[in-house]
T-cell receptor
Framework: KQEVTQIPAALSVPEGENLVLNCSFT??????LQWFRQDPGKGLTSLLL?????REQTSGRLNASLDKSSGRSTLYIAASQPGDSATYLC????????????FGAGTQVVVTP | DARVTQTPRHKVTEMGQEVTMRCQPI?????VFWYRQTMMQGLELLAY????????DSGMPKDRFSAEMPDATLATLKIQPSEPRDSAVYFC???????????FGPGTRLTVT
């Protein structure tokens, strides 16, 4: 059974520092890995989706890498801002269950001004 | 601005009562997902539909939960009878068949006393 782990569970950084969030998964047979952002009391917003054949995806200040063989993904957020404060979740879609996302527990990020 | 909508946003009910949560997927999306989020278990997939037909409801307690799509613009999740352990945030998400992206609604926060 796929297990998705996110470390650390919480992170606090001063504004301007780069953020590094980690996600690991146990079953490398995946279609894709996605990173989501969740603000308090709100739903999830998709940030980046990396297909299993890709090594990384970039969107603005965000960059996500994927090493499928080692079961790891890293989300980098450059030059953090207070508006980046949120919980970040990673989710994988395994090849034996198309459409079903298996989520990690999330990393709660606080960026202090 | 196409969004998934969910009603109600908050629901407080007493144990034993019936609860119905509603979701309106993004127009044109033919795949609908129901998730539950708790502090202990994180985000879990309860069920999902494609073209209004249930594809997988293995994550759902069958004895008290039921999910339906009466038409393409409405998905419902019903709990009868509700129990305190059902207290959680329930999210609906929608997507297009063959596409990996899922678009989440704002959630229904359910409290069962």
């Amino acid at each position: 059974k796929q297990e998705v782990t996110q470390i650390p569970a919480a992170l606090s950084v001063p504004e301007g520092e780069n953020l590094v969030l980690n996600c690991s998964f146990t079953d490398s047979a995946i279609y894709n890995l996605q990173w989501f952002r969740q603000d308090p009391g709100k739903g999830l917003t998709s940030l980046l989706l990396i297909q299993s054949s890709q090594r990384e995806q970039t969107s603005g200040r965000l960059n996500a890498s994927l090493d499928k063989s080692s079961g790891r993904s890293t989300l980098y957020i450059a030059a953090s801002q207070p508006g980046d404060s949120a919980t970040y979740l990673c989710a994988v879609m395994t090849t034996d269950s198309w459409g079903k996302l298996q989520f990690g527990a999330g990393t709660q990020v606080v960026v202090t001004p | 601005d196409a969004r998934v909508t969910q009603t109600p946003r908050h629901k407080v009910t007493e144990m034993g009562q019936e609860v119905t949560m509603r979701c309106q997927p993004i127009l044109g999306h033919n795949t609908v997902f129901w998730y539950r989020q708790t502090m202990m278990q994180g985000l879990e997939l309860l069920a999902y539909f494609r073209n209004r037909a249930p594809l997988d409801d293995s994550g759902m307690p069958k004895d008290r939960f039921s999910a339906e799509m009466p038409d393409a613009t409405l998905a419902t999740l019903k709990i009868q009878p509700s129990e305190p352990r059902d207290s959680a945030v329930y999210f609906c998400a929608s997507g297009l068949q063959g596409a990996y992206e899922q678009y989440f609604g704002p959630g229904t926060r359910l409290t069962v006393t």
